[in-house]
């Protein structure tokens, strides 16, 4: 399933939209420089925020993560052995929203899969079945 209408569902609900407001509210307010309690706290997400947005060759009016409603997303992927020989091997693709509070990132019902690699054996060329989702 595509990620952006995926995405919209979320915010479109009253309630998972105000839990996506964790960074922009309750991080933004309880933010102490040089203590690192989230990503948010990060060098590089806090570069970001005084950065334009390039999209190829064009640099937009605003700012990364300048818009209370930016998502802030992580992936990850790992390959496991759906079967019991383990000869053959699958790998899925994770989404996970930072927008949430720490202790709802990594959630069952808070990530979003992306995707699932199928085997015998791992990808060669892994960013081919990346790139849709890119």
Known sequence: M???PRLRALVSNRTYATRLQYHADEHAKAHMPGMTTDIFDGLHY?????EPVVVG?????HNYFSDHRDIALGFATDGFAPFKKRKHTAWILLIFNYNLSPDQHFQKD???????IPGPKKPWDADSFIYPLV
């Open 46 to 50: 806090r570069s970001l925020l005084r």
């Open 57 to 61: 060759d064009r640099t937009l009016p």
């Open 110 to 116: 808070n990530i979003l899969c992306a995707g699932i």
């Open 2 to 4: 595509p990620l952006i």
